[in-house]
């Protein structure tokens, strides 16, 4: 499964905006254009006045002030190029830019389960080898696809202006061309498209890999998961030479229309110069335009490859902008939010009948309903499966529920302002990134203003401090890729450093300590007791004795909730807690 693709009505719409500020650059750059394609009409013309000029003892000056005619049309035409493609590459480049920071901004905050969904391996894809592709196609192909247009319009134009016969005969290559672009265009974009997705698919497989190379090398799979990426590669191999295929069957049909129009240029030419209604001149001069077609016309159709690849790669990245979870963020942020955000009142995190299916017939929670009041923490119990993780992330809106809602007071959540929710609820998860920098640049993700000193109190309020002392710079060791490796406790400890700093309302563990095994397990539960101190949480227990301290415990089982109370009450019962409870203390 991979993400979607924008339509091309879609497309347009996104590159609209953002080309509309810029009408000047545009009209530069078609100025640019025809100046460029005028200066290369001047070559054949001067060549054809000389085939009837010079004749036996004819004088060289014309020769020299050809010479110096066309040393100045080259001036001319290299000047309109660098300028066109100058200009064009102003133009591109910013709105190229302005794009890909869209498409990371949507990929940031459009739903998690959606890019997991998806596949991390496909938004990489989209985010870098398609930005690639189309940054390429705006600042080099772009201009030479629009040059080339200019010189076919011009030099058809010129030609016809040396006698209108030979410009009719020079139609012939009309229908030939268009009946190429006839078999060309249709089947180039699904092949472009299917090419594009499968290196996509390349790789999410490629980073699956590499992301899962311990779990690959604990069950030896290596050699399973390596078939599977070399598939994905042929694929995406197999596509590329099919397209290479497509792309040379097109260019012969190209030089089939050539030669049969030059021959027919040459012959009617013949019989004009034979009655007289044409010299030799301007035979040789229509010649040498039609054969000044052959190149642009080719490289249009070359660049087509090119520019329908390029297509396909901003469909794929307009498909990212256009995600609910991105489009939700716009709408917000362009508007007031109304309701409950005072932040001097703490008001209750309540979740009223939530329900969620990742799949109509396989629904994961059914009318779950849960109230957590500031200073309560809820612990969420039961088997792998039951619905806990997304009941955590519904309840830390990353994730919007298909039935039922989430509110702070009068909030909806899933309305709150990204920097308002965040500073309300914090999620913390087994997955912990850890940025390349130092372990202090690390701790203030959610507050980059914050001080030395109040890195230093959450990492103490943690109990980090025990570690951090003993590593080779403290704090401003670097960590992550490149530098210092942590342990899963170190990591999830890092994590729970940045709520301190953060300081929300809310705490979401969504079995922040699973990661740590036996050994860890102690100080990590003490240190997210310490986060969870005075604030309002929601704990995925992965093990019993953090709901022991819970204040009240909550029972998952088939998305539903089985059981609600204290600890003290339910593990004196005969439910499904009690059999947990009695499995956990008899290990």
Do not use: C
Request: glycine content about 12%; aromatic content about 4%; overall charge negative.
């Amino acid at each position: 499964m991979i993400l979607p693709t924008a339509s091309a009505g879609r497309v347009l719409a996104a590159i609209r905006p953002v080309l509309a500020g810029r009408i000047g650059l545009l009209l530069l750059i078609a100025v640019a254009g025809l100046v460029t394609a005028l200066a290369g009409l001047v070559g054949p013309w001067i060549v054809g006045g000389l085939v009837d000029d010079l004749h036996e003892g004819a004088s060289m000056r014309p020769v020299v002030e050809g010479v110096a005619w066309i040393l100045l049309a080259g001036i001319v035409g290299g000047l309109g190029t660098w300028l066109g493609r100058w200009w064009m590459g102003a133009l591109a480049e910013p709105a190229v830019a302005s794009l890909r920071e869209d498409v990371l901004d949507s990929a940031l905050a459009v739903d998690s389960t959606v890019i997991e969904g998806g596949g991390r391996g496909d938004l990489v894809s989209r985010v870098a080898e398609d930005s690639r592709v189309v940054t390429e196609a705006a600042s080099v192909i772009l201009p030479m696809f629009l040059q080339s247009l200019f010189v076919v319009v011009v030099s058809a134009a010129g030609m016809t202006a040396v006698d209108w016969r030979l410009g009719l005969v020079g139609l012939i290559a009309v229908p030939m061309y268009a009946l190429t672009l006839r078999w060309y265009l249709p089947r180039s974009g699904p092949i472009y498209a299917q090419e594009r997705i499968a290196f996509g698919v390349r790789s999410q497989r490629m980073l699956g890999g590499i992301g899962g190379a311990a779990s690959l090398r604990a069950y030896e799979a290596e050699r399973v998961e390596l078939e599977r990426i070399d598939t994905a590669s042929g694929h995406a191999r197999d596509l590329s030479i099919d397209v290479f295929r497509f792309l040379t069957r097109a260019f012969s049909r190209n030089n089939r229309a050539e030669a049969v129009v030059l021959a027919a240029l040459l012959v009617a030419g013949f019989f004009l110069v034979e009655s007289g209604g044409l010299t030799a001149g301007g035979v040789a001069t229509a010649g040498l335009l039609f054969h000044r077609l052959f190149n642009p016309i080719g490289a249009l159709v070359g660049m087509f490859d090119e520019i329908q690849s390029a297509g396909a790669s901003l469909s794929r990245m307009v498909g990212v902008i256009d995600q609910p979870g991105a489009q939700a963020k716009a709408e917000v942020e362009a508007g007031p939010v109304t309701g409950d955000t005072s932040p001097t009142d703490t008001p209750a995190l309540v979740l009223t009948e939530v329900g969620h299916a990742y799949d109509v017939d396989h629904p994961v929670l059914a009318a779950v309903n849960l109230q957590v009041t500031p200073g309560e923490v809820v612990a969420v119990v039961g088997a792998t499966g039951a619905g806990k993780s997304t009941l955590a992330q519904i309840a830390a809106g990353t994730v919007p529920p298909t039935t039922g809602g989430v509110h702070l007071g009068t909030s909806a959540v899933r309305e709150l302002p990204p920097t308002e929710l965040r500073r309300r609820i914090s999620m913390v998860s087994q997955e912990v990134h850890v940025f390349s920098g130092t372990l202090a640049e690390n701790v203030r993700v959610p507050r980059p203003d914050a001080s030395n000193d109040e890195v230093t109190e959450a990492l103490l309020t943690v109990g980090a401090h025990r570690w951090v002392q003993l590593l080779p710079d403290g704090v401003e060791t670097v960590v992550g890729d490149g530098g210092q490796s942590l342990t899963a406790m170190q990591d999830q400890m890092l994590a729970l450093a940045r709520i301190v700093l953060a300081d929300p309302d809310f705490v979401i563990l969504d079995e922040a300590t699973a990661e740590a095994g036996s050994s860890g397990a102690r100080d990590l539960e003490t240190a997210a007791g310490a986060v969870l101190s005075g604030r309002g949480g929601v704990v995925v227990a992965h093990r019993l004795s953090q709901a022991v301290t819970a204040d009240r415990v909550l029972v998952m089982e088939h998305g539903r909730v089985a059981e609600s109370g204290t600890h003290e009450e339910l593990s004196r019962g005969d439910g499904l807690y009690a059999t947990l409870w009695a499995a956990w203390t008899a290990r």
